[in-house]
């Protein structure tokens, strides 16, 4: 019995590698791109701005689509040109002068190569989520860090909260120092667990993605923390209210951390779920009856 579940799950894995192959084999039809020392910082910008560029547009829409309104988190409130362009300008800024030559010096260091199979399904799976989870935890250490020193919250997190009422391209406006050590947890957690290649470019995509929607201001019915099951997620409304009142929800993604060091408080409903008489449904995301309640706890 045990034999034949052991040649089973040996099917199961081998399928899995077998589904991600002819992906695989495409990419690696890229590899003198892959290989680039420009790549790691190409890829990174376009895909901040990829993901970043449909919540600007929704702010550009947002003055003529009233029904936007049932999904921002702050309906008053539109980033301005004032705001977007510096957020813009210090990404790009960060990632040429800085990002880039830290980049160049490992690619010349470790040159990549790329083996020829790709990662089975499951381990692709399985590493991503370590990976998140690793991150998750080494962001609220040091997220908890810099609010309770007041020295590293000045000098190298102050610059992250400028912006009260967070938006997609807020989401890397911060200090480098900031954006140096997340990319050191990134680096050091796809080191540990010996990831693939492919795994590597998935768990950065999936990252950047989560990253920008908690800044982007909209709660939407397919949001992911409406996804995640049992409020494991926090989402964009748990993290933009550490963004209003900053003794809470230190964790970038997940709960669980804030759960059990006293730190977590909840989002309130959004409007058109909460069922109040003081909360119209087309008047924005946050029950504001709640908010004020949540405020004074």
């Known amino acids: 019995m045990s034999c034949h579940n052991g040649s089973e799950l040996q099917v199961f894995s081998s399928s899995g590698q077998l589904f991600l192959q002819p992906f695989w084999d495409r990419v690696k039809t ?3 791109l892959t290989r680039s020392p420009f790549f790691p910082v190409v890829f990174s910008i376009t895909t901040y701005m990829g993901f970043c560029l449909p919540f600007v547009v929704l702010d550009v829409l947002y003055p003529w689509v009233p029904a936007l309104r049932r999904y921002k988190i702050h309906p008053e409130f539109l ?3 004032l705001q977007l362009l510096p957020c813009l300008g210090q990404t790009l ?3 040429v002068v800085f990002v880039f030559p830290v980049t160049l010096l490992h690619w010349a260091r470790t040159p990549a190569l790329l083996p020829p199979e790709a990662p ?3 381990e692709l799976v399985r590493h991503v989520v370590f990976c998140l989870l690793l991150f998750d935890t080494e962001v609220f250490v040091w997220h908890v860090l810099h609010h309770k020193v007041p020295w590293l919250y000045r000098t190298f997190h102050k610059v992250h909260h400028q912006n009260s009422s967070s938006f997609a391209l807020a989401t890397q406006y911060m200090s480098i120092w900031e954006l140096f050590s997340l990319g050191f947890f990134d680096i050091v957690n796809v080191t540990l667990l010996e990831c693939h ?3 590597i470019l998935t768990f950065h995509v999936v990252n950047i993605w989560l990253s920008v929607e908690d800044h982007s201001g909209y709660d939407f019915p397919w ?12 989402g964009v409304a748990h993290h933009d209210l550490h963004h209003s009142q900053f003794n809470c929800n230190f964790a970038p993604y997940f709960t669980h951390w804030d759960k059990i060091l006293g730190t977590l408080r909840l989002a309130p409903l959004p409007a058109r779920l909460c069922g109040c008489d003081r909360c119209p449904s087309d008047q924005g995301l946050r029950c504001i009856l709640h908010l004020n309640q949540e405020k004074n706890t």
């Open 30 to 32: 890229w590899e003198a």
């Open 79 to 81: 980033p301005s040109a």
């Open 93 to 95: 800024y960060q990632h």
């Open 120 to 122: 089975e399904l499951l």
């Open 197 to 199: 290649p492919l795994t």
């Open 223 to 234: 949001s992911t923390h409406r996804l995640v099951p049992f409020g494991w997620y926090g």
